[in-house]
């Protein structure tokens, strides 16, 4: 397709086709948020050797794990705008980065808003992040090949783990994966408009965030909304991926522009005619979304090796 923000036919035949699936959560009654942070997923479409569930500390994690040697080991994030969204349902996700890349992964299942505000689920991928560096030995592979990734507020969350590890000075992660991250806070972008309504929603992004913050102005913190960092320079490459036709789409482009611009090397790929979500839900576009996730993290892990 030459517009990006032109829908795909397909997805538009799929959206006429799924509607509930398609429209926007706006109902967060204490019974929604239960069903859509439940344990249940679609049943697996991808094998992989071991699949395996453990605590780090307080903070759920499932590890996924080939029976050849990794490439590297992938801390990934699931999205949800920090309210819904489960290591279960996110599972697909997950085993696709793990198929493709050749990688460990370990899936977080971090503590959601509202119930714990910010900065309580980056807290906790930090932990895994850091824990996942001190035993990267466990996986048979080095420190120095631990990457992190995350989609819409995981995406958010890797960006943010990113800076604090910078920020920190004393641990670093080989690169940093952000599928359609929501990275802006409370500043808007054209394509916020365009594509209201499109899988995700105004009203129900605004919840969101409004979950996130917890009633404090965070609209501006750079862990809350990375792209208002004062400075990127320092942070691991990156592969941004977006969806022509999804309202994080700009957002996201410019959070690519202001890592070039800081002097980060960035990967971005933007799928036209493709809704929030598109990965998730498995679009064919999705194919040639975690295709090439795989080739880069296999290329970052290899020029990672040649130095270690």
């Not at 460990?104 to 980056?122: C, D, I, K, N, T």
């Not at 001190?134 to 048979?140: C, I, P, T, V």
Request: proline share 7%; hydrophobic share 45%; glycine share 12%.
């Amino acid at each position: 397709m030459s517009d990006e923000g032109v829908l795909d036919p397909w997805v538009a035949e799929w959206i006429e086709a799924n509607p509930m699936y398609a429209t926007p959560l706006e109902d967060f009654t204490p019974e929604i948020l239960e069903l859509a942070r439940g344990p249940y997923g679609p049943p697996p479409t991808i094998e992989i050797a071991e699949v395996r569930n453990d605590m780090v500390g307080d903070v759920p994690i499932r590890m996924y794990r080939h029976a050849y040697a990794p490439t590297g080991l992938v801390v990934y994030f699931h999205g949800g705008g920090f309210v819904i969204g489960s290591i279960d349902i996110m599972d697909g996700v997950a085993r696709e980065i793990a198929d493709k890349s050749g990688a460990a992964v370990v899936s977080v299942g971090y503590r959601l808003a509202p119930e714990h505000p910010f900065p309580a689920g980056l807290d906790d991928c930090e932990a895994v992040t850091r824990w996942a560096l001190d035993h990267a030995a466990d996986f048979d592979v080095a420190p120095e090949l631990v990457a992190i990734a995350g989609e819409s507020a995981g995406g958010n969350l890797a960006a943010a783990v990113a800076l604090r590890l910078r920020d920190a000075g004393d641990a670093a992660v080989a690169g940093q994966v952000l599928l359609y991250p929501t990275v802006a806070g409370e500043t808007e972008f054209p394509s916020q408009r365009e594509f209201d309504g499109l899988i995700i929603g105004g009203k129900s992004s605004q919840f969101y965030r409004e979950s996130y913050a917890g009633g404090r102005d965070i609209g501006r913190d750079p862990y809350a909304a990375p792209l208002h960092a004062e400075s990127l320079a320092g942070l691991p490459p990156a592969l941004v991926i977006l969806g022509g036709c999804d309202m994080l789409r700009d957002e996201g482009r410019a959070y690519a522009e202001r890592l070039r611009e800081d002097g980060v090397d960035v990967t971005e790929e933007c799928y036209a005619g493709q809704p929030h979500g598109f990965l998730n839900f498995g679009f064919p576009a999705a194919a040639d979304a975690f295709a090439l996730t795989g080739v880069w993290l296999r290329d970052r892990f290899a020029e990672v090796r040649k130095t270690v």
